[in-house]
């Protein structure tokens, strides 16, 4: 096993709670833990079954408050032998896979000062200043996470994922499944995740998606010659995949600041709450009200989808 450890300064203000609660979604825990400050996490990085193992110090008070500096320190525990040059490339997969999961790619300053005086969000804005967007590790599980989630409730998505860990996932030496990477989830039968629960159309465009990425014919890695609008044109592109998996994706996969969550049925719902009306606003004058957010539309969505759920005490 290879083991190392990675270290990030957290600045006054950095919400804890936000981390723990994305990470604990699943109740089952299986290739997530958190057990108090701490967050435990598997995941396929590359084809190597990698344990995450995250602990924050000087961030003493958990709850959405927590406002004290701090560390995040992260020890990666990489099962079996690599070369040199795995190693490095490993290094760099799981830094990136970190900053994902501590919610840091987006700095939510900027819309705070974008947005705090708006009539329509200032007063959300104003009440979780700092709310900070968790990401999934991996751009290839924010997307199948997104596929997953596609038009069904959130305890179903997550029972569907579980499924989908333990049909595909490989178990990391300290007994936490990790997270399937696109060979893990290409190599399944359809029959498998049939009866499973899984519907026909979204057990197809999940395979369809991870035989594309692991033929290298989808490309998921951002480059000057990759760019997200290049990215978002392939995934359209897929049969089964639409506009609101796309964003989505984008949201939990890259940190991609500027996403338009406007088919979102939960942001639609917030807006209904905020604007007074008798029903959600539809999808066109959705995307009409958040247009007005650009290039902060991501950290729009994330304020709307917390109006829905205010932050409670981890004590």
């Known amino acids: 096993m290879a083991s190392f450890t990675f270290t990030f300064e957290l600045a006054p203000g950095y919400r804890l709670h936000d981390v723990l609660a994305f990470h604990r979604r699943d109740t089952e825990a299986v290739a997530e833990q958190v057990e108090g400050n701490r967050v435990r996490k598997g995941v396929m990085l590359g084809g190597v079954p990698v344990l995450l193992d995250v602990s924050f110090e000087g961030l003493v008070d958990p709850s959405a408050s927590a406002s004290a500096p701090g560390q995040a320190v992260c020890t990666v525990h990489a099962d079996g032998k690599l070369s040199t040059a795995a190693r490095r490339r490993l290094e760099v997969r799981a830094h990136d896979a970190v900053l994902n999961i501590l919610g840091l790619r987006i700095d939510p300053a900027p819309f705070c000062a974008f947005a705090a005086d708006d009539p329509l969000l200032g007063a959300l804005v104003r009440a979780q200043p700092g709310l900070l967007i968790v990401q999934s590790a991996t751009v290839f599980e924010a997307l199948t996470w997104a596929v997953i989630g596609q038009q069904i409730n959130l305890s179903f998505a997550i029972a569907l994922r579980r499924t989908l860990i333990e049909l595909a996932g490989r178990r990391h030496s300290s007994g936490l499944w990790c997270y399937p990477g696109p060979g893990d989830v290409a190599a399944l039968e359809l029959g498998a995740l049939l009866a499973r629960k899984f519907s026909r159309a979204k057990a197809e465009t999940l395979l369809?998606?991870?035989?594309?990425?692991?033929?290298?014919?989808?490309?998921?890695?951002?480059?000057?010659?990759?760019?997200?609008?290049?990215?978002?044109?392939?995934?359209?592109?897929?049969?089964?995949?639409?506009?609101?998996?796309?964003?989505?994706?984008?949201?939990?996969?890259?940190?991609?600041?500027?996403?338009?969550?406007?088919?979102?049925?939960?942001?639609?719902?917030?807006?209904?709450?905020?604007?007074?009306?008798?029903?959600?606003?539809?999808?066109?004058?959705?995307?009409?009200?958040?247009?007005?957010?650009?290039?902060?539309?991501?950290?729009?969505?994330?304020?709307?989808?917390?109006?829905?759920?205010?932050?409670v005490s981890d004590e």
Not at 254 to 260: F, M, P
Not at 284 to 289: C, D, G, I, M
């Open 208 to 311: 369809r998606l991870a035989q594309l990425v692991h033929s290298g014919a989808l490309n998921l890695e951002l480059s000057p010659t990759n760019s997200i609008e290049q990215i978002s044109a392939a995934l359209l592109a897929i049969k089964g995949i639409g506009p609101w998996t796309v964003n989505y994706g984008l949201l939990r996969g890259y940190g991609h600041a500027d996403c338009s969550l406007h088919g979102d049925v939960a942001i639609r719902a917030a807006l209904q709450a905020l604007l007074g009306e008798d029903a959600k606003p539809a999808m066109a004058r959705t995307e009409q009200l958040l247009a007005r957010y650009a290039p902060h539309r991501t950290m729009a969505a994330a304020h709307l989808w917390a109006s829905l759920h205010p932050p």
